[in-house]
């Protein structure tokens, strides 16, 4: 498969089909936590990336034999908005398929009414927002000079007013830059007013682009959850476990490893097979080179 990926374990979707919907790595930010790696072309221009393709691999895999899938997940290996075909792609999925449809965003782009204009057949819409200062938000997530947080809040109040949807807003919590009293009490005042459906608290539990993008702990997590009240959640780490799959060929591991780093029991898990298999397969593809390994935070992961 080249644009589809998974079933995965996703910690907000549960068992989520990703489709990767822009070539690594294409946004128009460079976020200091991001787990795909450096952005190498930074750019608000859309365009049309593969949109015929993906479609076409999207019929074949719905109408073929599939694991069950709580989730359809438009995302990509940088921004979906920034894709042409993004209307068209969610249109021919919906014909296709009765699972529901979400789409991750930065949001950098939902300033734009032809951008909110195209995701408003999506189920469930996941923007980001990390800061409610200028000065945070270009320090976390590292946009373009033209982009100003103005034009963010802007897109989010419009998006809510357009869209019928659900809206999940997930925010990046980093020790020691958007943690602060500060900080947290300017991203509660700037929310409240958009009456999203979820506010999802996450933190950098696998490796990104920078050092300085450091987790908090779960303590400190449900302090932060805490603090947002009502309908405030920190994502769970553990999604529901998958079925069991028996064959699995070293190009699946490669594949998946190349979208994120895994630990050695998110491999298990979204392949359903047993521990101490996945660890020797994963060891096994470590020394041949087609796959490496690093620790972060106390855990070992896995990558392409
Ligand atoms: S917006 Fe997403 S893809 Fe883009 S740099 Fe940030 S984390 Fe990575």
Redesign the pocket.
Known sequence: MTYLFGPVPSRRLGRSLGVDLIPR?T?P???I????GP?TRKTLRRRDYHTEAIIRELTEYLRGPKAALDYLTLAG???PTLNLGLARIIQATKGLTETPVAVLT?GALLHLPEVRRDLAAADVILP?LDAATEKTWRRI?RPLPEQSLAQLLEGLVALRREYQGQIWLEIMILKGLNDTEKELSALKRTIKPLALDKVQLNTAVRPGVKASARPLDPEEMQAVADFFGEGAEVIASSPRPANAETAVSDARFIEMLARRPMTAADVAEVLGLPLDLVQKRLKHLCKTGAISYSRYQDQGFYRQ
Do not use: A, I, M, Q
């Open positions: 790595k946004c930010y460079d976020c936590y991001c787990e795909v952005t290996s940088g921004e930065n980001s997530n």
